[in-house]
Every structure is written in C-alpha cells, then in structure tokens.
C-alpha cells in the first residue's frame, strides 16, 4: 500500500517545463548571462560603433569651431552672419554628438532616444539635399533601423546591462563593414564642414 503523505511533485508527468528547457527569454529567468551577451554582442557593438562614430565627428565640429575663433582673432575678412551662424551651428554639433557618443558607447537608454531623434533630423536634411550627400542618407536610415528594432531597443535595458557586467570577459571585434561606414560619414562629415567654413569666411 502506498503512503498518501510521500510527495510525488517531482514525479508529476504532467508538470510545466522548466526554464532551462526552450529559449532564452530576455527577463534572465534561465541565468545565463552568458548566452543573453553573446545572442545580442553583434548588435551592441554596431551601436557603440555609431557612439565612436559620434565621438570622432564631435572632434571634427570642436576643430572647425577652434579654427574660426582663431581666424576671427587674426582678423581675417569674413562674412560676419554667415560665421556667427556657421559658430553657433558646430558648436551645438559638437556638443549634441560628443553627448550622444558618449551615452552611445555606455549604452545608456537616453542616448537611444536621443540619437534616434538626431538621426530623424539628419535623414530629414539629407533627404532635402539629396543631391548632395546621398550616403548620408543611407547611412542615418541604418542607425535608426539599429536603434529601432527589437534587439536595438533590448541593448539598452536593464537586463541587458546586467549581463554586460556579468561577462567583461566578452568582446567583440569590430567588422570591416562597420569600419568602413564609419570611414564614409567621416569623410562626408569633413567635406561638409570645410564647404561650409568656406563659405562662411568668403567674402
């Protein structure tokens, strides 16, 4: 005869699977950090690479704002507007993309939003100047994809910053194609800055 007190539960048939059986879900009810980061380290490095990209044309705005302060110094013939206009511009670039790369390369959830904005905007004058800077259009449509998506957005949660400091030994190479987008905007970004600082110092 059976003893009616003796648990069975483990025994059940019919009980619910558990959680290290099917997919890894992204509330980590499975643990493993691990296979979260590596699922997700592909387009995490895509984003902190938008970040770089930021950091490194905040450079560039930063060094034509010191170039027309030192010209203005000098006392070079200028067009006055076009250069007070053309200060304000960068220096706001400067700031709006270096504070953006910086949150960027963190993976802060403001800089998500914050970028998706940005890019909204750029994509909206690339398309009105579309004869002039085309890439750049393709371009600002890729980083509003890469924010914009379900892996984009899950990048910048919480559960996701969770397993980054779970795994620093995790890295990521950055691929050639990555690179090379980055070496395109920065070229386009360089061009469109000198064009501009010559127009602005041109009688």
């Known amino acids: 005869m059976s003893n009616p007190f ?37 387009h995490e490095a895509s984003v902190r690479a938008i970040g770089l990209l930021y950091y490194i044309a905040c450079a560039f705005f930063l060094v034509a704002t010191a170039g027309m302060v030192l010209a203005i110094a000098q006392g070079e013939t200028i067009n006055a507007t076009g250069a007070a206009t053309l200060f304000t511009i960068l220096s706001v670039l400067a700031v709006v993309t270096g504070t953006l790369g910086w949150g960027l390369r963190r993976l802060k959830a403001w800089s998500r939003l914050g970028t998706i904005l ?27 994809w890469l924010l914009g998506s379900a892996k984009g957005k899950f990048v910048f949660s919480e559960e996701y910053q969770h397993a980054r400091s779970a795994t620093p030994h995790i890295k990521y190479k950055t691929s050639k194609i990555i690179w090379a987008l980055l070496a395109i905007l920065l070229s386009l970004v360089l061009v469109g800055v000198a064009v501009a600082i010559g127009s602005a110092f041109s009688g």
């Not at 290290?20 to 997700?40: A, L």
């Open 6 to 42: 003796s648990s069975t539960q483990h025994e059940n048939p019919y009980a619910s699977p558990l959680a290290d059986e099917g997919p890894i879900r992204p509330d980590f009810s499975s643990g493993d950090e691990e296979v979260i980061r590596r699922r997700y380290l592909s």
């Open 118 to 144: 940005f890019a909204s905007l750029n994509l909206l004058l690339a398309v009105t100047l579309y004869r002039f800077n085309p890439v750049g259009m393709l371009i600002n449509i890729y980083i509003l």
